[in-house]
Every structure is written in C-alpha cells, then in structure tokens.
C-alpha cells in the first residue's frame, strides 16, 4: 500500500484538484490530509464533497495550532500504513499513472526514492510547456550541486523517512532529507516524464530566489558541509541557477 500524505495550512483553495488527483492513482492507497492547524475551514469542505467510497480512502489529521510544514509531513509518515509514501502538496497535482510507474521503479531499482520530471502550473492551473527533466539515476554528488527532486513528485520508503525524517523548517527541509537518505541508502531513481505538476504560488518558500538561496545555504550546513566542500556545492548551486534562469530569458526572446 502507499500512503499519500497532504499537507494544508490555510491554502485548500486547491486542495480538491490536489485531492482528486490522488484519488484518481491506480494503486492500493490511503490518503492522509494533515491539517495544520488551518482557520479557513476549507479541508472539512473539500473532504465533505467526496463520495462515500473515496472518503473512505481519506483520513484526516489536525493540529489545533500551526506546527510547520516539515512536522506535518511526518506525522503523516508516522500515521501511514503503507510501506511507501508519496507527498503531494495541496496546491500540486499528479498524472494518473505516477504511482503506479513509481512503485514498478522502486521495486526493479531498490532505490529507496524514485522522484519524476515535472511541469509548472501558474497559480490559475494554466500548465506552462517546459518540463524539468530528471536524470535516471540520482547520486549524493549531483544532489549537491542543485536539489533534483521536487517534494510532490516523491515516492520514498516509508522506513527511510523514520530514519532521516525531515525537519528544520527554516530551510529546505525536503532537500536535506533527500540528502541524508541517498547518503545512508544509495542513489535515488528518476523518471523522466513529467507526471507532477508544480504550482507556483507567490509568497510560497520557494518563490523567493534570494530566500531559496539563502535556505540553501543553511540547508548544505545543516548537512554537515564546511569549508570548501560547503563553498563547492553553493557554487555549483548559483551556478545552475545562473544557467537556468539565462535558458529561460533566451527562450522569452
């Protein structure tokens, strides 16, 4: 079984596209939304709205304050009876096929994650054509040079969150799970389809660039980097964001 956990605080605008998605994967599953501590009521909404066979599938957790996006995912991951997770933001989306591609990954792999490529969503669901491709076999030394594997695009073994759970909300608390598993177990696998679908949200931790730079940079320490090595990989990061952002202005012109 696999344990889709969403966590939502205050954002279930979307929260039934997100949901709906996961309802819709052809897998053996449970869906666990952690409400984290949300005053907008939407998550009763939303859940409300399901026919009673996929309500079924759902469960809900709340906080009765906000925790963090880092303690709600874990909680879900400790609530899971699955032996897999996969994360889904409440403001993403998957292809119907994604965990069901996944799961085959894994087992022919042993990897303990498998992450896919991706699209961006603009807030309005519009679907932007360029696709972030991912490489098939993702090892700690690529990523440590940029973080290859989005959160909503993840399916992990459920024991490798317990032992590397995430953490550390002020910074990228995904990448350095990611990071401590692929040290600890082997090299993540990748699919290269777009199967996710990433919304951008302004105000969202990612949105910044100068924060993300910065959470980066904290992230690599709290990892273990110092020194050169520390100064190596936040080279190679800003370099790759560098390459990036000057593929997309060639492309706008």
Known sequence: MISIVIPVYNNADYLKEALYSAL????????????????????SEAVAGLSGSSRGLVRVIRHDSRMGVATSRMDGVRAAVGDYVAFLDADDMW?????????????KTGAPICCTARQIMDEDGSIREKIIHV?????????????????????????SMLAHPMDHDEVQEDYLAWLKIIKAEGPAAGIDEPLSFYRVVKGSKSYSKIKSAQMTYETYKLFGL?????????????????IKHRKQDWKRG
Do not use: H, W
Not at 229 to 239: E, I, P, Q, V
């Open 24 to 43: 819709s994967q052809e897998v053996e599953k449970e869906i666990i939304i952690v409400d984290d501590g949300s005053t907008d009521g939407l998550v």
């Open 95 to 107: 292809s119907r096929n994604k965990l069901e591609l996944q799961l085959k990954k894994l087992k």
């Open 135 to 159: 490489p098939g076999r993702i090892t700690l030394s690529s990523m440590l040079k940029t973080n290859l594997i989005t959160c909503s695009s993840v399916l992990v073994k459920k024991s």
């Open 226 to 242: 110092k020194g050169f090595d520390l100064a190596k990989s936040f080279a190679a990061y800003a370099l790759n964001g560098v």
